[in-house]
Protein backbone atom coordinates (compact mmCIF):
# COMPACT_ATOMS: atom_id res chain seq x y z
CA UNK A 1 0.00 0.00 0.00
CA UNK A 2 1.21 3.59 -0.76
CA UNK A 3 0.24 6.49 0.83
CA UNK A 4 0.57 9.74 -1.10
CA UNK A 5 -0.92 13.77 0.46
CA UNK A 6 -4.08 14.57 -1.66
CA UNK A 7 -3.84 17.43 0.66
CA UNK A 8 -1.50 19.36 2.82
CA UNK A 9 -1.93 18.93 6.79
CA UNK A 10 -0.94 16.02 9.75
CA UNK A 11 -2.43 12.65 9.26
CA UNK A 12 -1.96 9.44 11.27
CA UNK A 13 0.23 6.96 9.82
CA UNK A 14 -1.60 3.61 8.48
CA UNK A 15 2.15 1.77 9.87
CA UNK A 16 2.85 2.60 13.19
CA UNK A 17 0.41 4.55 16.04
CA UNK A 18 3.08 7.22 17.15
CA UNK A 19 4.11 8.61 14.04
CA UNK A 20 2.44 10.76 12.06
CA UNK A 21 2.10 11.98 8.39
CA UNK A 22 2.77 15.28 7.39
CA UNK A 23 1.82 16.32 3.96
CA UNK A 24 3.36 20.00 3.04
CA UNK A 25 2.71 22.46 0.27
CA UNK A 26 4.24 20.46 -2.09
CA UNK A 27 2.18 17.53 -1.35
CA UNK A 28 5.36 15.65 -0.35
CA UNK A 29 5.20 12.97 2.42
CA UNK A 30 7.19 13.06 5.64
CA UNK A 31 6.85 10.36 8.45
CA UNK A 32 7.22 12.21 12.01
CA UNK A 33 7.49 10.73 15.16
CA UNK A 34 5.38 12.16 17.98
CA UNK A 35 7.68 13.21 20.94
CA UNK A 36 8.45 12.08 23.75
CA UNK A 37 6.33 12.57 27.09
CA UNK A 38 7.57 14.37 30.24
CA UNK A 39 7.49 10.04 31.64
CA UNK A 40 10.20 9.42 28.86
CA UNK A 41 7.70 7.35 26.65
CA UNK A 42 6.57 8.16 23.04
CA UNK A 43 3.44 9.91 22.55
CA UNK A 44 1.09 8.52 20.08
CA UNK A 45 -0.87 10.30 17.07
CA UNK A 46 -4.78 10.67 17.72
CA UNK A 47 -6.39 9.88 14.12
CA UNK A 48 -9.44 12.20 15.15
CA UNK A 49 -7.37 15.21 15.50
CA UNK A 50 -8.05 17.78 12.97
CA UNK A 51 -5.52 17.42 10.19
CA UNK A 52 -4.74 21.31 10.17
CA UNK A 53 -3.55 21.47 13.77
CA UNK A 54 -0.02 21.09 14.48
CA UNK A 55 0.84 17.30 14.20
CA UNK A 56 3.04 17.17 17.55
CA UNK A 57 -0.25 18.80 19.40
CA UNK A 58 -2.46 15.68 17.94
CA UNK A 59 0.05 13.20 19.68
CA UNK A 60 -1.11 12.23 23.65
CA UNK A 61 -0.02 9.32 26.11
CA UNK A 62 -0.84 5.70 24.82
CA UNK A 63 -3.70 5.12 26.97
CA UNK A 64 -5.86 8.52 26.02
CA UNK A 65 -5.38 7.22 22.35
CA UNK A 66 -6.74 4.59 20.51
CA UNK A 67 -4.37 2.91 18.25
CA UNK A 68 -5.87 0.81 15.48
CA UNK A 69 -3.90 0.44 12.60
CA UNK A 70 -6.74 -1.13 10.48
CA UNK A 71 -8.58 2.51 11.60
CA UNK A 72 -5.56 4.57 10.18
CA UNK A 73 -5.72 2.62 6.55
CA UNK A 74 -9.53 2.85 6.17
CA UNK A 75 -9.35 6.67 6.87
CA UNK A 76 -6.84 7.50 4.31
CA UNK A 77 -8.91 5.47 1.99
CA UNK A 78 -11.79 7.63 3.11
CA UNK A 79 -9.25 11.01 2.38
CA UNK A 80 -8.34 9.27 -0.95
CA UNK A 81 -4.51 9.25 0.34
CA UNK A 82 -4.27 5.35 -0.56
CA UNK A 83 -3.20 4.37 -3.99
Avoid at 44 to 69: H, K
Amino acid sequence: MTVICTHQGYYASTESCDHFITCTAGLSIQYTPCPIGNDGRRLYFDPTSDPQNNGAAACDYPEAVICDLNYNVELARSRGMVK
